[in-house]
């Protein structure tokens, strides 16, 4: 399989650092104890562990270059809320020194089968982008990244993870080809969906639908963070609603 990444590796690096540290601000925000209002099941702490966990099983994976999943063992997790920054410091600062000192076109295991380690550069900076989000929900403000990184998570959420979602929580109702266009960019993308699958066709191919909005909203619509409020509809709705109503992140 062909890896592409729209980024540069040093420009995944410079946006982990950013939102790696966003997050960090937030967590520093919060009370430890809060419930995280995307993710009601966990607190601002839960939340630094999984965040964390994420952090240190790439570290792991890169540093061993490794061909099989991995798993951070249970005694490495911090057991007490008040020691999760910390960690969360830690698997930061681990990830940093290995993404710029490993070649970003080894190959190493990930969930989507082996890819190059740019793939886990541009998969970090996403998860904490989206993660940071869920977090600053608690205090406001929201930080602002760049359209670029928006419109990358985009581009990243269609075959990372939404294609992996379907596979195992297929979504009744969910047929037809939908357009997703950026209102404060040039960007666009055609899906073919299906209740269990995806596939990204060419922007030209007709659609059944289109959905239009800002790089941000369109974002947190797909991660299913907010609805379509600030979002424009054209063409058959229920492919949107079908989306909204039966595709499962969890």
Same mark, same amino acid.
């Given at each position: 399989?062909?890896?592409?990444?729209?980024? *540069?590796?040093?420009?995944?690096w410079?946006?982990?650092?950013?939102?790696s540290?966003?997050?960090?601000?937030?967590?520093?925000?919060?009370?430890?104890?809060?419930?995280?209002p995307?993710?009601?099941?966990?607190?601002?702490?839960?939340l630094?562990?999984?965040?964390?966990?994420?952090y240190?099983?790439?570290?792991?994976?890169?540093?061993s270059? *490794?061909?099989?999943?991995?798993?951070?063992?249970?005694? @490495?997790?911090?057991?007490?809320?008040?020691?999760?920054?910390?960690?969360?410091?830690?698997?930061?600062?681990?990830?940093?020194?290995?993404?710029?000192?490993?070649?970003?076109?080894?190959?190493?295991?990930?969930?989507n089968?082996?890819?190059?380690?740019?793939?886990?550069s541009?998969?970090?900076?996403?998860e904490?982008?989206?993660?940071?989000?869920?977090?600053?929900?608690?205090?406001?403000?929201?930080?602002a990244?760049?359209?670029?990184?928006?419109?990358?998570?985009?581009?990243?959420?269609?075959?990372?993870?939404? @294609?992996?979602?379907?596979?195992?929580?297929?979504?009744?109702?969910?047929n037809?080809?939908?357009?997703?266009?950026?209102?404060?960019?040039?960007?666009?993308?055609?899906?073919?969906?299906?209740?269990?699958?995806?596939?990204?066709?060419?922007?030209t191919?007709?659609?059944?639908?289109?959905?239009?909005?800002?790089?941000?909203?369109?974002?947190?619509?797909?991660w @299913?963070?907010?609805?379509?409020?600030?979002?424009?509809? *054209?063409?058959?709705?229920?492919?949107?609603?079908?989306?909204?109503?039966n595709?499962?992140?969890?």
């Amino acid at each position: 399989m062909v890896h592409e990444f729209p980024l *540069s590796p040093e420009r995944y690096w410079s946006l982990f650092a950013e939102e790696s540290a966003s997050f960090l601000k937030a967590y520093s925000r919060a009370q430890l104890t809060e419930r995280i209002p995307s993710c009601p099941s966990w607190s601002v702490a839960d939340l630094g562990r999984h965040l964390g966990g994420i952090y240190h099983r790439a570290a792991d994976i890169l540093e061993s270059t *490794s061909q099989v999943s991995m798993v951070v063992a249970d005694d @490495r997790i911090p057991k007490v809320d008040e020691g999760v920054a910390a960690w969360l410091v830690d698997g930061t600062a681990r990830l940093m020194e290995l993404l710029m000192t490993t070649d970003p076109t080894a190959p190493l295991w990930t969930f989507n089968g082996p890819a190059p380690v740019a793939f886990w550069s541009r998969r970090l900076v996403h998860e904490s982008m989206v993660h940071t989000f869920d977090l600053e929900e608690l205090h406001r403000p929201l930080h602002a990244p760049a359209v670029e990184s928006l419109a990358d998570g985009i581009d990243e959420f269609f075959p990372v993870h939404l @294609r992996r979602k379907l596979r195992g929580h297929p979504a009744d109702g969910l047929n037809g080809y939908l357009g997703i266009n950026t209102t404060d960019s040039d960007d666009r993308w055609v899906l073919q969906l299906t209740p269990d699958s995806v596939a990204v066709e060419a922007p030209t191919t007709p659609t059944d639908a289109e959905l239009s909005g800002k790089a941000f909203d369109l974002l947190m619509f797909l991660w @299913r963070r907010s609805d379509t409020a600030p979002l424009e509809i *054209s063409g058959d709705n229920a492919i949107v609603m079908a989306y909204q109503n039966n595709v499962d992140l969890t």
